[in-house]
């Protein structure tokens, strides 16, 4: 735990309806962290305390489970940022009990580039855009384990992800010895896939009737995320994990696909769906949760972000 970077932003305060919430904006999850290497923390005011800021240095003492969200955006989108979850944290706060919540986070990582030309006027020579596979889920692991360190929930999170962010929620709980840092986080007991992306080769190959006019832009942003081979494409594909019940100890996986996302086919949803229901373990639970809109509506709305979570949290029972 580098404490220097967790003090390096302050606390604020937020308001929402009756209730408020401690904030930070974008600490940096690890040393010489780069313009993306962040997260947007949110605690729960105890309603037995003044609201005043804790010191830089301090995490308030809070109980219940954690929710941390990862972002989507195709692994290279820079206006999808951390800052997408505050409207599901804002319904959360006003419309919801949190009592039984103790913290949420949204991670910010490493973006690929948006185009393989140099001269193209989305080309960026940031450091925080030239990532390449594995550094997107290395970067979101290195941010759990701060995390972890830092307010000491071990496995009592929930990790939400949409679309692309899905992917990597998902490959949190996938054993690869490849992707640095993954043995030092503790996996969720429970994880929530919005509008996922989970199996990169039928995505590409098989988009379906409605989505046949994206296939160009699927492959072109799995190539600039994960290279050209593809044995790589379906090795990082969720849907590659043949026993999940060996992979991961965990609760529940929720999966919300809706069916007028035009950007994301249900079919990854539904075959997601399938492989986990047939190669789970006997304590996992499988569901799946409705969601209506297009593929952004989901966090930009929040509202019914804020009652997915709501609804897991009960399920769960924490």
């Given at each position: 735990?580098?404490?220097?970077?967790?003090?390096?932003?302050?606390?604020?305060?937020?308001?929402?309806?009756?209730?408020?919430?401690?904030?930070?904006?974008?600490?940096?999850?690890?040393?010489?962290?780069?313009?993306l290497?962040?997260?947007?923390?949110?605690?729960p005011?105890?309603s037995?305390?003044?609201?005043?800021?804790?010191?830089?240095e301090s995490?308030?003492e809070?109980?219940?489970?954690?929710?941390?969200y990862?972002?989507?955006?195709?692994?290279?989108d820079?206006l999808?940022?951390s800052?997408?979850f505050?409207?599901?944290v804002s319904?959360?706060?006003t419309?919801?009990p949190?009592?039984k919540?103790?913290?949420f986070?949204?991670?910010?990582?490493?973006l690929s580039?948006?185009?393989?030309?140099?001269?193209?006027?989305?080309?960026?020579?940031?450091?925080?855009?030239?990532?390449?596979h594995p550094?997107?889920i290395?970067?979101?692991?290195?941010?759990l384990a701060?995390l972890?360190a830092?307010?000491?929930?071990?496995?009592?999170?929930?990790?939400?992800?949409h679309s692309?962010g899905?992917?990597?929620a998902?490959?949190v709980i996938?054993?690869?010895?490849e992707?640095?840092?993954?043995s030092?986080?503790a996996?969720?007991?429970?994880?929530?896939?919005?509008?996922?992306?989970?199996?990169?080769p039928?995505?590409?190959?098989e988009?379906?009737?409605k989505?046949a006019?994206?296939?160009?832009?699927y492959?072109?942003?799995?190539?600039?995320?994960?290279g050209?081979?593809?044995?790589?494409w379906?090795?990082?594909s969720?849907?590659s994990?043949g026993d999940?019940?060996?992979?991961?100890?965990?609760?529940l996986?929720?999966?919300?696909?809706?069916k007028?996302?035009?950007?994301?086919?249900?079919?990854?949803?539904?075959d997601?769906?399938d492989?986990?229901e047939?190669s789970?373990?006997?304590g996992?639970?499988?569901?799946?949760?409705?969601a209506?809109?297009?593929?952004n509506d989901?966090?930009?709305?929040?509202?019914?972000?804020?009652?997915?979570?709501?609804?897991?949290?009960v399920?769960l029972?924490?």
């Amino acid at each position: 735990m580098d404490q220097q970077t967790w003090a390096s932003v302050p606390w604020s305060i937020e308001s929402h309806g009756s209730t408020a919430v401690f904030h930070k904006h974008e600490v940096p999850y690890t040393a010489n962290a780069n313009a993306l290497q962040n997260m947007d923390i949110w605690i729960p005011v105890p309603s037995t305390t003044a609201q005043e800021r804790p010191s830089p240095e301090s995490m308030p003492e809070t109980s219940g489970v954690w929710v941390i969200y990862v972002h989507g955006g195709a692994w290279r989108d820079p206006l999808v940022t951390s800052s997408s979850f505050s409207s599901t944290v804002s319904h959360l706060a006003t419309s919801h009990p949190l009592t039984k919540i103790a913290g949420f986070a949204s991670i910010n990582y490493s973006l690929s580039p948006r185009t393989h030309n140099p001269k193209d006027p989305d080309y960026t020579d940031d450091p925080s855009r030239q990532a390449k596979h594995p550094d997107h889920i290395t970067d979101v692991l290195t941010a759990l384990a701060y995390l972890q360190a830092k307010a000491k929930f071990s496995d009592n999170y929930i990790l939400l992800g949409h679309s692309c962010g899905a992917t990597l929620a998902l490959q949190v709980i996938m054993s690869r010895s490849e992707w640095n840092a993954s043995s030092k986080v503790a996996k969720p007991i429970a994880v929530v896939g919005l509008n996922g992306l989970y199996d990169m080769p039928t995505l590409i190959r098989e988009p379906g009737e409605k989505h046949a006019h994206l296939q160009g832009v699927y492959e072109t942003f799995t190539r600039l995320a994960f290279g050209d081979d593809e044995r790589v494409w379906e090795e990082i594909s969720p849907i590659s994990v043949g026993d999940w019940e060996g992979e991961w100890k965990g609760k529940l996986v929720v999966l919300v696909q809706s069916k007028e996302d035009s950007l994301v086919p249900y079919r990854q949803l539904v075959d997601m769906k399938d492989k986990l229901e047939k190669s789970r373990g006997k304590g996992l639970v499988v569901s799946e949760m409705e969601a209506g809109g297009d593929h952004n509506d989901l966090w930009k709305e929040g509202e019914r972000l804020a009652e997915i979570v709501t609804e897991v949290v009960v399920k769960l029972g924490c």
